[in-house]
């Protein structure tokens, strides 16, 4: 497991959450076990309530990260679930960000772990009043730097109207052109047809249950040729 010395660490988590996305309502408490364990838990300051951390990889509910310095003042990292009981070690940092309406009601998720200083990703999802996911984000940025998006937008029945994915490139060249896929529904949440779009917003591709429709463009973002294809 990868060793850290035990006040770098401390500074490191006390450092590095505030900055990917607690509110200004949350806050992180810090608690001496014993000697030689310390626990970091975040909690509301409105509330005084911690946050109830969702482990979604293992399936558990965790409450705090842990902070475990041997004699040679190194440490390590462990979860802790709601009971205070072990969950995994890890040598990376996990941060969970949960908001919550009145009615207790999902309204942003985020999720976030860093393995060092320079390399960190997060995952995130954003929910709507009643509870219907809006956006989910997937976002890397360590030695493969990519970004991955999906929105969906609903009509006032609550039912799809379309949905817009965007990908882009990598270091490695995966998906290495960047682009926009946008799904279209009917007003009942049926499929009718998609457009496909690079990463300047032009109109590469387009298709319904009837046809499909190809674009290609020169330098100077003229169409050079339009296919259509009947289905």
């Known amino acids: 497991m990868k060793k850290m010395n035990g006040l770098k660490q401390f500074i490191f988590i006390i450092y590095m959450i505030p900055i990917i996305g607690l509110s200004q309502n949350d806050s992180i408490y810090t608690k001496k076990v014993n000697k030689n364990e310390v626990v970091h838990q975040c909690f509301n300051k409105k509330t005084k309530k911690p946050m109830v951390i969702p482990d979604y990889s293992y399936g558990l509910y965790v409450s705090a990260i842990v902070s475990v310095t041997d004699n040679q003042g190194n440490s ?119 457009a496909y779009k690079d990463h300047n917003g032009k109109l590469t591709a387009w298709q319904d249950d009837y046809a499909m429709v190809v674009n290609s463009y020169n330098k100077r973002d003229q169409i050079v040729s339009a296919a259509w294809f009947d289905r």
């Open 76 to 194: 390590e990292l462990s979860f802790r679930d709601t009971l205070g009981n072990p969950t995994h070690d890890t040598d990376s940092i996990y941060v969970y960000k949960m908001k919550l309406d009145h009615r207790g009601i999902y309204s942003e998720t985020k999720y976030y772990y860093l393995n060092n200083i320079e390399a960190h990703a997060g995952d995130y999802w954003l929910h709507d009043k009643k509870g219907r996911e809006l956006e989910l984000g997937q976002i890397r940025m360590n030695d493969s730097a990519k970004i991955n998006f999906w929105k969906t937008i609903y009509n006032k029945k609550g039912n799809i109207l379309s949905e817009i994915y965007y990908k882009s490139r990598d270091s490695i060249g995966e998906n290495s052109d960047r682009s926009i896929v946008q799904y279209y529904y009917d007003g009942h949440s049926n499929f009718t047809g998609y």
